[in-house]
């Protein structure tokens, strides 16, 4: 594992464990940082999920971006992004980003965004945004031949609403790329 990739990695298992602990009871915490520690990281998510529901824990929209990048990041945002969005909020904190669930907001043709050809293909589905100013997070998709959306998402576009600004794409490709889109919009718009 290169110095990049280990870095990447153990930022994201920092993330993890603060996720764990948001379970009460250290047998919660320890089961779901057990299934990290041993690569099981779409179990532990599912378990993850599956108690923050059971038990009516409240999650807070920054926790719930981080769960969402986390199950996309792992390839279960389409089992579990309909739980991550209905995780109770926090009432004493307002909710500064929102995550959409797949479908809850049209996908936009990426041409309208993106100015490179590439994008005449894609669709971005809009995924997390920020309330404040509107920033986007969207995971573009390619529109298959079959008529739906590749499962897995080609990159994701960080754009503002009316086009105001230049838009930022991050290739799935390249490591941490839905983490470093989510950045931009925690703390890059100014709303923070």
């Excluded at 909020?89 to 050809?117: M, T």
């Excluded at 086009?163 to 703390?187: K, N, T």
């Amino acid at each position: 594992m290169n110095d990049r990739r280990a870095q990447a990695y153990a930022a994201e298992g920092a993330v993890w464990a603060r996720l764990a602990g948001l379970l009460p009871g250290p047998d919660n915490a320890d089961e779901v940082q057990g299934c990290w520690d041993i690569g099981e990281q779409e179990a532990g998510l599912e378990v993850l999920v599956g108690r923050l529901l059971e038990q009516e824990l409240t999650v807070d929209d920054a926790a719930r971006a981080e769960l969402a990048v986390m199950a996309e990041q792992r390839g279960v945002w389409d089992r579990l992004g309909t739980g991550i969005v209905a995780c109770r909020p926090d009432p004493a904190r307002p909710a500064r980003l929102r995550v959409y669930e797949d479908g809850a907001e049209p996908p936009v043709p990426a041409r309208s965004v993106l100015p490179d050809p590439v994008s005449r293909e894609l669709l971005l589905v809009p995924w997390i945004a920020c309330a404040g100013c509107g920033l986007v997070l969207a995971r573009a998709h390619t529109y298959e031949e079959w008529e739906e959306l590749s499962y897995l998402a080609r990159s994701y576009v960080v754009h503002a609403p009316g086009g105001s600004g230049a838009p930022r794409v991050f290739e799935r490709a390249e490591d941490g790329a839905a983490w470093s889109a989510l950045a931009v919009v925690r703390d890059g718009c100014g709303c923070g």
